[in-house]
C-alpha cells in the first residue's frame, strides 16, 4: 500500500543539463531525490518534444531511483510497451490524450508498473473520476504542460488537488497525489496544505545554487 500521506520530491530532468545526465542524475540522488521524473512529449500533445524510451532506457542504469515516467504524448498506449521495457517503475498518462484512458491504465498495471492518470489545468476534476479507482497517482498538472520555468497556477488547480484528496478520503483509495510545474520552496506548502505528497520540481531543484538545500526546503 503506497504511503500518500509521505512527501515525496521528484526532480524533474527535464531541468537539468542534459550534456552531463548521469552527473546530474548523481547529483539529484546526493540531493535526497525520492524519484526522478522524466517528462516524455511528442510535439503533438504538447508543443514541444523532449525525448523517448531509449532516453528512460539510457538513464535506468544509473540510478536505482524509481523512474517516474510522465507520458505528454498524444498515443500512450502505441508507445506504452517501450516504456514498460525501457526500465519505468511509474508510467503517467493524460486523460485529454486520444487513447482508451481505462484500457491503457490497466495495460499499465498489467505491465507490473505504478499507474497514473494527468490532468491539465484547463480540464475539470470530473473527467478523471471514473478512474480514480484504478490508479496509483493522480497528477495534477499546475503549470500548461510542455515546459519548465512557468508559474504555478494556483486557482485553477488547487481546488482539483483538495477535490482528489477528499475523493480518496470518501472511497477508501489511496492513490498519490502529485503536482508538476511551477513548484517551489513557497508553492509547494500550498499544494501539500491541499493534499498533495509527491511534488516534482525542474527548475527551482536543478538550476539551485545548493540543491540538496533546495530538496531540504522542499521536504517542509
Ligand atoms: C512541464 C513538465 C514539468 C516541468 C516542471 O510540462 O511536465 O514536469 O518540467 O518544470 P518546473 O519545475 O521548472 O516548472
Ligand atoms: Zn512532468
Known amino acids: 500500500m503506497s504511503d500518500c500521506n509521505q512527501r515525496i520530491i521528484a526532480p524533474s530532468l527535464l531541468a537539468s543539463d542534459w550534456g552531463k545526465v548521469g552527473e546530474e542524475i548523481k547529483r539529484a540522488e546526493e540531493a535526497g531525490a525520492d524519484w526522478l521524473h522524466l517528462d516524455v512529449m511528442d510535439g503533438h500533445f504538447v508543443d514541444n518534444i523532449s525525448f523517448g524510451p531509449q532516453f528512460v532506457a539510457s538513464v535506468r542504469p544509473h540510478t536505482e ?40 491504465l490497466g495495460a499499465i498495471r498489467e505491465a507490473g508498473c505504478g499507474c497514473g492518470l494527468a490532468l491539465n489545468p484547463a480540464t475539470p476534476f470530473d473527467d478523471v473520476i471514473p478512474f480514480l ?21 494556483e486557482t485553477e488547480t488547487m481546488p482539483k488537488v483538495s477535490a482528489g484528496r477528499e475523493f480518496r478520503e470518501e472511497h477508501g483509495l489511496s492513490y498519490h497525489i502529485e503536482v508538476d510545474g511551477g513548484i517551489d520552496a513557497t508553492t509547494v506548502h500550498i499544494a501539500g496544505q491541499n493534499g498533495a505528497n509527491v511534488m516534482v520540481a525542474g527548475t527551482s531543484l536543478f538550476k539551485a545554487p545548493d540543491m540538496a538545500e533546495a530538496t531540504k526546503q522542499m521536504r517542509g
Do not use: N
Open 133 to 153: 479507482d484504478q490508479i496509483d497517482l493522480l497528477l495534477v498538472m499546475t503549470v500548461v504542460p510542455g515546459f519548465g520555468g512557468q508559474a504555478f497556477m
Open 65 to 104: 531511483l524509481p523512474l517516474d515516467v510522465h507520458l505528454m504524448i498524444e498515443r500512450p498506449d502505441h508507445y506504452l510497451d517501450r516504456f514498460v521495457k525501457a526500465g519505468s517503475d511509474r508510467i503517467t498518462v493524460h486523460v485529454e490524450a486520444q487513447h482508451d484512458v481505462g484500457k491503457t
